[in-house]
């Protein structure tokens, strides 16, 4: 069975899985931080091993507190039977990352980006509270637009039965970001070739309605402020 949450600290601690050994400069274990960058964005990738080849998925999550909720399907033969009886739990990776800036430098070996990313170790464990399990996709729906789960209609048995969830605790954690222009050899600086950022930014375009909706529907607030 899945142990319960960490408590709330300023800092996770590191463990010799979240210790990078390259740029560990960059790396953080700040709460605050690693928190910021999970409720950002809604698109992970979690990484397990099926068959004893390695297989990454991307998915949707949500985080509640210390933990992460991770959308799937019962298609998936691993994250159907994480926490079963014969089965303890799914060892996992999961990964989020936010790029922000494209780093153009004089050669071609210092191009970079400027990113924010968050790696989380751990085991994962199947959702089988009904309750809880509700509560989670709710949670999923709203994380990725925010106030939806309040304007749709709710899973019904069928549906929930085909939704599988998983449970992950944020426990072994680490965030990296870099952050910057571009770091150009000495002997480069005088090179005739531009060079700084450009910076990525994610947008929303303009909510477009569905062929078959009510014309007496209108947009709901919660879109407007995307």
Not at 104 to 110: K, T
Not at 124 to 136: I, K, N, S, W
Not at 153 to 164: D, I, Q, S, V, W
Not at 180 to 197: F, I, M, R
């Amino acid at each position: 069975m899945p142990k319960p949450p960490s408590s709330p600290a300023d800092a996770y601690r590191p463990t010799d899985r979240t210790v990078p050994t390259r740029s560990a400069d960059r790396a953080s274990y700040d709460r605050e931080l690693v928190h910021g960058i999970l409720d950002e964005t809604y698109l992970c990738h979690l990484g397990f091993v099926r068959d004893g080849a390695p297989v990454v998925l991307p998915t949707l999550y949500a985080r509640v507190g210390e933990r992460l909720y991770v959308h799937g399907s019962t298609g998936s033969r691993p994250l159907r039977t994480a926490g079963d009886t014969a089965d303890p739990g799914l060892a996992v990776c999961l990964t989020v990352t936010h790029v922000d800036g494209l780093v153009l430098a004089r050669s071609a070996f210092h191009h970079s980006i400027n990113y924010r990313s968050v790696v989380v170790h751990g085991t994962a464990y199947q959702v089988t509270d009904p309750g809880e399990r509700r509560a989670a996709l709710d949670a999923v729906v709203d994380h990725v637009v925010p106030g939806r789960s309040y304007d749709s209609r709710p899973a019904n048995a069928k549906e929930l039965a085909a939704t599988a969830v998983l449970s992950l605790d944020l426990d072994e954690v680490s965030a990296k970001v870099r952050t910057g222009g571009p770091n150009d050899e000495p002997e480069d600086l005088s090179l005739p070739h531009w060079t700084g950022v450009v910076p990525v930014v994610r947008g929303y375009g303009t909510p477009v309605p569905a062929d078959d909706l009510d014309p007496a529907v209108g947009l709901p607030d919660y879109l407007t402020v995307l």
